[in-house]
């Protein structure tokens, strides 16, 4: 019978230190795909802990080998083989929960990117032009938004096609997020039109940003590959911006809109590759 419970108990221990080196795997998973940081550290700083508790349970099988003969004995062991079970455990449902995390955030990320132009999309824009026009209107903050179009964009799609002419509009969104500042946000309106959410800005200094964009814009020598790596195609685009700021008489975010949407009307009218202020009625040319 002694015998029985010494193996019962030895096993307990050995099977306890086989669980926790078991439960390094889930943690080394973990630390390879967590960014470089506190957290990451605190995981390899628990890897660590798990090497030393496996030389602790090593440590006390040597020195109670043989020895585990009353039932009492038998306590010590299951506690360790539990406590390795709930370690591992611990570290298996972390793994599967970060996995899940992160599905999560792709899935939200897909939800509200635009597919092709890799920026927000028009679902996003909805709802964040309202919120921002809530917020500056409830804290008193200037708003200011810019609708961006490319000038005779048809043109691009009839010369060179439809492929090259999606791929143009992916470089030209990552250009115009590219030229604006972190805290804008980018998002596509419809077709080859873009609408910048400038919070805590006055649509004056709205309107200098939009220039500046309008200006890269116009610099910038664009070169596309065609599908078939044939020969690429090197063009220059403008864009007609219409800049609106946030006033007393606009109720919501559709009059901010349309206000923004008639100073882009104008740009057009006015020749294209221009900056049209709505408050001010202004065109700018450089
Ligand atoms: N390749 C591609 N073309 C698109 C996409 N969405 C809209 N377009 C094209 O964008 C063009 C827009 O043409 P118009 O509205 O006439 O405007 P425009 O030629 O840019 O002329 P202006 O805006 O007046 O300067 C159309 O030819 C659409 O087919 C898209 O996702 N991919």
């Given at each position: 019978m002694s015998n029985l419970i010494n193996f019962f108990a030895e096993g307990f221990i050995l099977a306890g230190a086989l669980v926790l080196a078991i439960a390094i795997y889930p943690i080394s998973l973990l630390y390879t795909r967590l960014p470089t940081g506190k957290i990451r550290n605190a995981w390899f700083f628990l890897g660590v802990l798990i090497v030393a508790f496996i030389g602790g349970y090593i440590a006390y099988w040597l020195q109670h080998q043989g020895k585990?003969?009353?039932?009492?004995?038998?306590s010590v062991p299951v506690i360790f083989f539990f406590g390795a079970v709930f370690v591992l455990l611990v570290n298996t449902l972390s793994v599967k929960t970060a996995r899940d995390i992160r599905q999560i955030y792709t899935l939200q990320q897909e939800n509200i990117?635009?597919?092709?132009?890799?920026i927000f999309n028009r679902r996003y824009l909805d709802k964040r032009i309202s919120d921002e026009v809530w917020r500056s209107k409830k804290y008193r903050q200037p708003l200011s938004i810019f609708i961006v179009d490319i000038d005779h964009f048809k043109q691009v799609n009839d010369t060179y096609g439809h492929p090259i002419g999606d791929e143009v509009l992916k470089r030209f969104a990552q250009l115009v997020k590219n030229s604006l500042r972190e805290s804008d946000i980018v998002a596509r309106y419809g077709g080859e039109e873009l609408i910048v959410i400038l919070p805590r800005t006055k649509s004056e200094r709205g309107a200098q940003l939009a220039e500046r964009l309008r200006l890269s814009i116009a610099e910038h020598l664009m070169e596309i590959a065609s599908q078939c790596g044939e020969k690429s195609h090197e063009m220059q685009l403008t864009a007609s911006i219409g800049v609106a700021g946030l006033t007393h008489?606009?109720?919501?975010h559709t009059c901010l809109i349309e206000r923004a949407d008639q100073a882009l009307y104008q740009a057009k009218q006015q020749g294209r590759n221009l900056v049209v202020h709505h408050q001010e009625q202004q065109s700018q040319r450089v």
């Open positions: 585990l003969v009353h039932v009492d004995a038998l990117t635009d597919p092709l132009m890799g008489n606009i109720v919501d």
